[in-house]
C-alpha cells in the first residue's frame, strides 16, 4: 500500500505563488505516473497535471499551462506542484494521485491522497 499526504495548501491573493508537496510513504514511487487533481465547491473533481515515472514527461490541462510546474524527486518519494500566478478560479482542494503501474497515455490512478485546499483571494 501507498500512502499520499499533500501539504503546501493555503490562502493566498491573486497573482500570488504556492508549492504543493506529495509525500508518498509505504512504497518507492519512481516508477508510478504521478499526478495533481482539484475539486472546486461545487464541480467534479479535474486533473491539473501529470509526471512520468522518469520526470522527463509532463502534461497540463490547458487552464495551467505556463502558470504551473510539476516535478518529481524520487530520491524523497515526493512530487510537487509549483503554482505560480494564482487566480481565484484555482480555489480548489488539490489531491495527489498514483497510478502504480506507471501508465502515461491512459493512466488509472490507484492511490489518492486527502487533499489540501488552495484559496486564491482576489
Known amino acids: 500500500q501507498v500512502q499520499l499526504v499533500e501539504s503546501g495548501g493555503g490562502l493566498v491573493q491573486a497573482g500570488g505563488s504556492l508549492r504543493l508537496s506529495c509525500a508518498a510513504s509505504g512504497r518507492a514511487i519512481s516508477s508510478y505516473t504521478m499526478a495533481w487533481f482539484r475539486q472546486a465547491p461545487g464541480k467534479e473533481r479535474e486533473f491539473v497535471a501529470r509526471i512520468f515515472r522518469n520526470g522527463g514527461n509532463t502534461f497540463y490541462v490547458d487552464s495551467v499551462k505556463g502558470r504551473f510546474t510539476i516535478s518529481r524527486d524520487n530520491a524523497k518519494n515526493t512530487v510537487y506542484l509549483q503554482m505560480n500566478s494564482l487566480k481565484p478560479e484555482d480555489t480548489a482542494v488539490y489531491y495527489c494521485?498514483?497510478?502504480?503501474?506507471?501508465?502515461?497515455?491512459?493512466?488509472?490512478?490507484?492511490?489518492w491522497g486527502q487533499g489540501t485546499q488552495v484559496t486564491v483571494s482576489s
Open positions: 494521485a498514483a497510478d502504480s503501474r506507471g501508465n502515461w497515455i491512459t493512466p488509472e490512478y490507484n492511490y
